[in-house]
């Protein structure tokens, strides 16, 4: 006796039976969905990230850095996401590397780090933009231009209603830098 056929675990998503107008669950849901795009286009980032000379995350502090210009330590840790020690640890083999450097920030409180790119740092992160521009384009391949710009409008929604503080602004000096500070923004 022979049951259903089984699906093809490469397939969740597709070919599975889903109501079109619900976000579903399990396999055939949404958030499954999102999540092994996510994963996919992380995986095929970081492997042209490591082929240009660098990592997912020497490219979100060197990007961040290159958006924002030179930022104080703390500021630096809550726009690319990582927290105080992880960061600390990562800027550590990046100044060994010379890509970044660090000094005093401005204004006295000898406790406060500023961090810049080196020369080094600027070369690499143009050589880390060119594979982010490459990632996006493989993204994006099979999409027309107003698809790519009614995807980046659906997922926007979706993060804001996800995660409604962070998604209010991109500047770092406005991003909470503390539970405290975020929960504060939250009311």
Sequence with gaps: MTGPAKPDPGSAGRNLPTDDTAPGAGLGGLGWQLAKVSKTARARFEALLVRAGGSFTTWKILEVLDVYGPLKQSDLAAAVGIEGPTLTRQLDRLDRQDLVTRRRAAGGDRRVTEIAPTPDGVALHAALRRAAEQANQEL?????????????????????????????????ADQPTTEVEHERKLR
């Design 140 to 172: 994006a391949a099979e999409l027309s231009p107003s698809e790519v710009e009614a995807l980046r409008s659906m997922l926007d929604r979706i993060l804001s209603t996800l995660d409604p503080v962070t998604t209010r602004t991109t500047d770092p």
